[in-house]
């Protein structure tokens, strides 16, 4: 701290004044022209330069995407500068928390005058550089055998059809091998070899086609002449429909006494598939499982099909493949049963399945013996990965093992990526997936109404709204409550379920929630075609949404004077709340709709009654219930906008 001035004592203190007040009073001052002389002949100030900043400090890298908010601060702009340069662009939904794609970083970027460049490695370009090099000749391509899916309704002869077709036409070589060990038959045709995927059903093939996989080349859809088009099999046509693969129908059990095939192929004609003879496309074959009659005919039909599909593969090629099934072997490890669609895999290749990889210990064929090698369209065990792949999973043989662990690394950390956002198409992502990408947009609907008046009628009136900008895609429209392959359709096609008057059946809803698949209930047909129609035109603004509460099963009925009808009920799934709304369903059909009017745990009155306890319910101003009934309650909560 400085010394204060009256502290140096009265000597010290003159003689400073004196030097502060007298120092520097005799030095002369120079005049004004001698100054303006001196400054004249100062030498001129170089103008400030700026430096420029350097081209490659203008580059901008991004993996894939890049925040806003990023983007900005790696630019030296601020953020809103950019948000508002994006406004004016166009682009609407938009704030300083949104991820932008690369070229949309790319267009603001340059308004900044900085390039984007998307560093981002595409798992195709992964698996190209992954890839053994093989110098591909044409002569090297080759004709390979088709893949067929067989398909129909329950009891209508599929699997007596694949028994006939493996003890009669199993492929030489293999005789007495158990086919069934992997769900695969190889077999021998006057036209070429053909393979035959015994799958349980369409609900298989639809989950393989949700995760991406084409693994049938044709399908077989199986009708029993004496019984006809049924709802499996109009579900069957429906999931064909959707993976547009060609349909040959053979028309089965003609050796009954009550075979009608001309009634089967007016039904089958209904459903838009015209039999051959009657001036249509699709070749339908009248087969016995049982005597033989017309399976070979049926099998060089299918041959003959797959030589107008031309489908042609390189064997000398790393093997590309689907996962066809695969489980945990306590012995053996994880097993995969793989489809080679492409190529060939051997013993020591370094495979990739889906998130799993590995090096592949040993190959086994469809009889289950080991082989050496497995071309196109054959199916194989696998064994050697490093865990159990999914159905449908994409399998590549790469060069070694440490370029497949890193195409399984990128695979987990995108489907984790996927996991964290909405997957589901609701009406309301359909119209901001119209606003931003512009262009001809389908719309994919499943249609499940309580009478096929109803259905037809809904399935005709929203087919009709389609536009030059919006096609409205009916995949399929029919009777019944909403089942677990109604959902796996949707989940395979982007599509959304609408449900007239008819409720989910069983484990439908969970699957739902779990598949995110949006479904639509109405009981007006009016309010559906006004919903599809204000979301083709971007108007739909949803305020309401339905909360599912839980679900009672009727089991007696009591008539009590002065108070009405009252349900004895045991809460099959999650509550029923004294507040809440109502449905009455009964055999998945809905009845009537409303509010309680009592609820009892014993002589008590209930605010709620939880999953697995006993209650009685009374219904507002409706007394019609019945034993077998259920009771769906449920609420209706208003929720904020979400389209932008």
Known sequence: MPTPLGALGPRRLEVIRGRDI?????AVKPSR???????????????????ATKAAKRVIKIEGGVTLQDLAKRMGVKATEVLFKLIGLGMQGVNINSTLDPDTAKIVAAE???????TATTEEDMIAAAERKVDEVEADVVIRPPVVTIMGHVDHGKTSLLDYIQKTKIAAGEAGGITQHIGSYYVETARGPVVFLDTPGHEAFTAMRA???????????????????????IEAISHARAANVPIVVALNKMDKEGAQPDRVK??????????????????????????GEGVDNLLEMIALQAEVLELKANPKRPARGVVIEAYLDRGRGAVANVLVKDGTIHPGDFLVAGEAFGKIRALAAENGK?????????????????????AGDAVNVVADAKQAQAIAESRTQKAAKAAGGPQRLSLEDFVKQKMQEGGPQDLNLVIKSDVQGSAEALAGALARLSTDEVKVNVLQSSVGGITESDVMLAAASRAIIIGFNVRPTGKARKMAETEKVDIRFYNIIYDALDDVKKAMSGLLKPTIQEVFLGRADVRQVFNISKVGTVAGCVVSEGKITRSALVRLLRDQVQVWE???????????????????????????????IKP??????FERREVAQTIA
């Open 112 to 118: 900044f005058q900085y390039e984007v460049i998307d």
């Open 370 to 390: 080991p082989v050496k090698e497995a071309g196109p369209s054959r199916v194989v065990e696998v064994l050697g990965l490093s865990e159990v792949p999914m």
């Open 211 to 233: 995760r991406g996989a084409q693994v049938t080349d044709l399908v077989v859809l199986v009708v029993a002449a004496d019984d006809g088009v049924m709802p499996q099999t």
């Open 33 to 51: 022209s001698k100054r303006r002389k001196a400054v004249a002949a100062r030498p001129a100030a170089r103008p400030l330069e700026v430096p």
């Open 594 to 624: 409303g509010r309680i009017a009592s609820l009892k745990r014993f002589k008590d009155d209930a605010r709620e009654v939880l999953q697995s306890y006993e209650c009685g319910i009374g219904l507002e101003g409706y007394n019609d």
């Open 22 to 26: 007298y120092a520097g009073r005799g």
């Open 628 to 633: 077998g009934d259920v009771i769906e309650a």
């Open 266 to 291: 007016r039904q089958l004609a209904d459903q838009n598939l015209l039999p051959e003879d009657w001036g249509g496309e699709t070749i339908v074959c009248p087969v016995s499982a049982v005597t």
